[in-house]
């Protein structure tokens, strides 16, 4: 297992690029099951969710060819309808591939996911949209078995906003008979992204990036060539770096408005952030950051995906901050490790009380999950001293490379290939 270390302290200055979007490609690539031919998906980011992800197509059928940030899929050789526990297990997203094999082969067999490290996710939403598009739905042995010799269109409310149900509701809607609407829809920049793709497919989906989608299910799809969006995460991530670091960093092949909630609280903790069409820069030198509390929501609320990295640069921030997630009640497994660099966080509920002001130094820290690991090594930029991220393949699941980004601007770090501890 990798570990990084870092000698923090240092300020970080300089330009970096953000890759494509991790949660875009894991809906796209799915979503060339429903048509029979060759997609091309441009700007991939070669992460090891995407490989994971292309592990199950191919186990499917799908011939992939993945080069240069470009994946080819062609889906003409799909024969096998079951995706497996030992691919769902490993990621989540897997469930994404049950409303195209549905929609255009009548059958799938899913197995559900488990939980994950900050507990249980359930898709019920899934499958009771699903059921209300005429799918006949069976549990068995912890697999979804999922049969319906054509889908009907009907009117679906999401009690959530849920990101992957509605991926999946409007990969089985395209092809079902009549209208479908899906109130209540999430409006990530990733769903738009896909239902962009499934338009560009021959699909007929109005309202995108709106909360209601009206989607006319058409008999037939065709292959696509996509481009995917960059990574809004990957893109915060690396602009909580320069400000928790007091630097000015500048993050290009951005779209910044996917970002807007990140750069209006780092501007309100007193950073400066300028941006264009494609790229943001932080400035934060000579700033101590003022303590600002964060709610997560829906898009375009605060993302939870970025709510480890603000507890991170909040650890270092003037004053008493509060963080609380409204999406995963439970994403706190950084909490323990960053006290360790020094940090001073209570959790109770689904909020972080953050009591800033003090110096972080060096430790050792485990990784726990994707996201909890980029906070480690934000507390490590920004801590004296020397720190290990240990277990970095959480790290390399959604983000490319890191330490080489991180490297480019200024960063002291450096991967250990295998090491235990
Ligand atoms: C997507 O997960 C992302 N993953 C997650 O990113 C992200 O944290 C999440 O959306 C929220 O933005 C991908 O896109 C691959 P949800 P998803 O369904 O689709 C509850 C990362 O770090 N829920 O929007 O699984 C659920 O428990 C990952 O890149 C139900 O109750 O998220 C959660 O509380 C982590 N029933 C909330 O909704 C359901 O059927 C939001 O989940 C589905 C979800």
Not at 18 to 26: D, P, W
Not at 85 to 104: D, N, Q
Request: net charge neutral; charged share 20%.
């Amino acid at each position: 297992m990798d570990k990084f270390i870092i000698n923090g302290g240092k300020k970080l200055n300089g330009k970096v690029k953000a890759g494509g979007a991790k949660n875009a490609t894991l809906a796209l690539i799915p979503a060339t099951l429903l048509a029979s031919g060759t997609s091309k998906l441009f700007n991939t980011p070669e992460l090891n969710d995407v490989y994971t992800m292309l592990k199950l197509v191919r186990h499917l059928g799908v011939q992939a060819d993945f080069n240069d940030g470009t994946i080819e899929l062609d889906t003409a050789g799909v024969s096998v309808l079951e995706a497996p526990y030992e691919h769902v297990k490993k990621m989540r997203a897997s469930v994404y591939v049950l409303g195209p094999l549905l929609a255009r082969h009548g059958y799938a067999k899913v197995s559900l996911p488990g939980g994950c490290a900050w507990g249980p996710r359930p898709i019920n939403l899934h499958i009771e949209g699903l059921k209300k598009l005429g799918a006949n739905i069976d549990l068995v042995d912890g697999y979804i078995i999922a049969t319906a010799k054509r889908l009907q269109g009907n009117r679906i409310n999401f009690d959530i906003p849920s990101v992957g149900a509605t991926g999946n509701l409007l990969m089985a809607a395209v092809l079902a008979k009549g209208e479908t609407i899906l109130n209540n829809a999430a409006m990530e920049p990733e769903i738009t992204n896909l239902a962009m793709m499934l338009n560009e497919m021959g699909a007929k989906i109005e309202g995108i990036e709106t909360p209601i989608l009206h989607i006319q299910g058409v008999d037939m799809l065709k292959p696509a060539d996509v481009h995917t969006i960059p990574d809004r995460i990957e893109a915060g991530t690396l602009l909580v770096a320069g400000a928790i670091t007091g630097g000015t960093v500048t993050v290009e092949g951005i779209n910044p408005l996917h970002l807007y909630s990140v750069i209006a609280k780092l501007e309100e903790s007193g950073v400066s952030v300028t941006y264009n069409g494609d790229s943001a820069t932080v400035n934060a030198a000579g700033v101590t950051p003022e303590a600002i509390n964060v709610t997560t929501g829906p898009f375009p609320g605060y993302p939870t995906d970025m709510q480890a990295q603000w507890i991170a640069y909040m650890s270092v921030a003037e004053g008493v901050s509060t963080v609380t997630d409204t999406i995963y009640r439970d994403r706190f497994t950084h909490v323990p490790e960053l006290a360790r660099l020094g940090a001073m966080i209570e959790v109770k509920d689904n909020s972080a009380v953050i009591k800033g002001g003090n110096k972080l130094s060096g430790a050792k820290v485990m990784s726990t999950d994707l996201r909890a690991s980029a906070s480690l090594v934000l507390g490590g930029l920004a801590a004296h001293g020397r720190t290990e991220v240990l277990r970095i393949y959480h790290l390399d699941r959604g983000y490319q490379r890191l330490e080489e980004k991180l490297k480019q601007l200024g960063a002291e770090i450096e991967r250990v290939p295998g090491s235990e501890y």
